[in-house]
């Protein structure tokens, strides 16, 4: 749903979230499991043997939580849902209290594809893919807004009666 703002717009956007995945799940299992196997190794290995297997398990894991962090950023990237507000250059994202603030300088790319936004910088670098709004005219209204147009109330319904006023 588009509200018209004195400096922009507020925009509702109607996708799900994207499920909460298990990376965390299975980061502990892994690590569980690499703690049992270097406790074992400790118990049945030669002390050098033990050691490499604790600093395996050690960087395993800071390998495993740098990709971690990696995908998480990739993701925080799309945005589905939640409410947005745009302005000249410039959209915050609040979803469930938590706020994402995306400045826009003016190399960047605002491409509208279907119903999606697509705001890429000057290098074709990826900043973020906005998805779920009602319309394509929602979307459209969203990118001129960003680049800097701005809207106003030009339209108004007027119902007229069938019965006028006596004078």
Not at 4 to 30: H, S
Not at 31 to 53: D, H, K, N, Q, T
Not at 110 to 119: F, R, S
């Amino acid at each position: 749903m588009l509200k018209l703002t004195d400096d922009g717009a507020k925009i509702t956007l109607q996708n799900q979230a994207p499920a909460a995945d298990n990376g965390m799940f299975w980061f502990g299992t892994a690590l569980l499991v690499g703690a049992v196997a270097v406790a074992m190794a400790m118990s049945l290995l030669p002390e050098r043997l033990a050691i490499g297997a604790l600093a395996l398990l050690i960087v395993g894991s800071f390998i495993f939580n740098k990709k971690r962090q990696q995908q998480k950023q990739a993701l925080s990237k799309n945005i589905s849902s939640g409410v947005l507000w745009v302005r000249s250059g410039e959209l915050v994202h609040d979803h469930q209290g938590k706020r994402q603030h995306i400045t826009l300088i003016a190399s960047d790319n605002v491409t509208l594809m279907g119903e999606q936004l697509q705001i890429t910088d000057v290098d074709g670098s990826y900043k973020c893919l906005i998805s779920g709004f009602e319309s394509v005219q929602e979307a459209k209204a969203a990118q001129a807004i960003l680049q800097g147009q701005t809207f106003g109330k030009r339209h108004v319904n007027i119902k007229m009666n069938d019965n006028p006023p006596p004078f």
